[in-house]
C-alpha cells in the first residue's frame, strides 16, 4: 500500500539526540538544546492522509522506521507536547479518551508498549528484542504500514481538535527526566 511521497521538508520528522559531540552540525531550533545526527540515532515517519482524518472509524496509515544506536532504558517515559498553529499558538492539554489520553501528556514507556505489543512485536522490532524495556539498538518498525482504525471519539474532542496545524514534540526521557532523544512534526488535521 504506497502511503505517498516520503515526507516534504515540513512533515519531515527526524530525531533530535540530547547529547553533543565535536563536529555535530547544529540541527536549528526544531528540538531546542540538541544536536542532528550526532549518535545516528535517526527517524523516518510517513502519516496518510493528508490532512489526518479525525473522526470515528476513520484509518490513519503509519509508517515508522527508527534506528537506536543506545538503549532506551527501564524507567523511560515518552513526553508529547501538542499545540495548535494559529496567530496565537493554543497549547493542547492532556485529555482523557476511554483507555488513552491526547495532547500534552506523559506516558510511561512500558505501558506504552505494553498497549502496542500485540501488533509492534514481533514484527517491527529487531529480531530476538522482547517488547519490553530496555529496547537495545537497532531498526525498529517497518516497510509496511500500520493501518489504525480511529476507535470511538467523543464530540468535543473531534469539535476541538478536528480542524487545523498542529505541532507536535515527542521527547524520549530517561528514567532522571533528562532528555534522550525528541522528535517534532507538524500535522494537519480535518474532521471529514
Known amino acids: 500500500m504506497d502511503t505517498g511521497p516520503m515526507i516534504e521538508e ?19 531550533s526544531v528540538c531546542s538544546t540538541a544536536e542532528l545526527y ?12 493528508d490532512p489526518l482524518v479525525l473522526a470515528t472509524g476513520a484509518e490513519i496509515n503509519l509508517q515508522v522506521l527508527l534506528t537506536l544506536l543506545e538503549p ?3 524507567g523511560a517515559k515518552i513526553k508529547v507536547n501538542m499545540q495548535k498553529d494559529g496567530l496565537i499558538n493554543i497549547p493542547i492539554p492532556c485529555i482523557n479518551v476511554g483507555e488513552i489520553s491526547i495532547g500534552t501528556c506523559e506516558y510511561d514507556g512500558q505501558e506504552l508498549l505494553d498497549l502496542a505489543g500485540e501488533f509492534l512485536c514481533p514484527t517491527y522490532v529487531p529480531e530476538g528484542q522482547a517488547c519490553t524495556l ?18 470511538e471519539l467523543p464530540s468535543l474532542i473531534i469539535d ?19 532528555e534522550m532523544t525528541c522528535i517534532q ?6 474532521g471529514h
Do not use: F
Not at 38 to 49: E, K
Not at 161 to 171: D, H, W
Not at 185 to 190: C, E, I, S, W, Y
Open 38 to 49: 550526532c549518535r545516528g540515532d535517526s527517524t523516518a515517519l510517513r502519516l496518510s492522509p
Open 10 to 28: 515540513r512533515k519531515e520528522y527526524t530525531t533530535r539526540p540530547h547529547h553533543t559531540s565535536p563536529g555535530c552540525r547544529r540541527a536549528g
Open 160 to 178: 476541538l481538535l478536528a480542524s487545523g496545524t498542529y505541532e507536535l514534540k515527542i521527547t524520549a526521557l530517561l528514567a532522571d527526566g533528562s
Open 134 to 151: 530496555p529496547l537495545g539498538p537497532g531498526q525498529y518498525g517497518g516497510q509496511e504500514p500500520i493501518s489504525i482504525v480511529l476507535p
Open 185 to 190: 512534526a507538524k500535522v494537519d488535521l480535518t
Open 72 to 74: 532506551l532504558p527501564v
